[in-house]
């Protein structure tokens, strides 16, 4: 199986920019579509923004305009930059393949006001 790391979550002010990365072992991420999630403590999974292997993006309504999904497939991996940042945009973010069998720890994002 494909192994995904998350990392460059943190705390931040609301208005705040973290920008997220997923590293990927092997060719898949050079493909294969990739995809955010996030989930905040009692609420459902969402998903936030996906990536085709040619590079086509699509995102939730929540964060059009604020964030950015990119890949470098090179590096076999895939960036969520977030801008703006708001409380609501807090959870535990996962980036994973389509579809989505490659579960990593996900890296914890927390946006104070």
């Known amino acids: 199986q494909v192994q995904l790391v998350e990392s460059g979550g943190g705390l931040v002010q609301a208005g705040g920019s973290l920008r997220l990365s997923c590293a990927a072992s092997?060719?898949?991420?050079?493909?294969?579509?990739m995809v955010w999630y996030r989930q905040a403590p009692g609420k459902e999974r969402e998903l936030v923004a996906y990536i085709t292997g040619s590079g086509s993006t699509n995102y939730a309504d929540s964060v059009k305009g604020r964030f950015t999904i990119s890949r470098d497939n090179a590096k076999n991996t895939v960036y969520l930059q977030m801008n703006s940042l708001k409380p609501e945009d807090t959870g535990l973010y996962y980036c994973?393949?389509?579809?989505?069998?490659?579960w990593g720890q996900g890296t914890q994002v927390t946006v104070s006001s």
């Open positions: 092997g060719s898949i991420l050079s493909t294969n579509a």
């Open positions: 994973n393949t389509v579809p989505p069998d490659n």
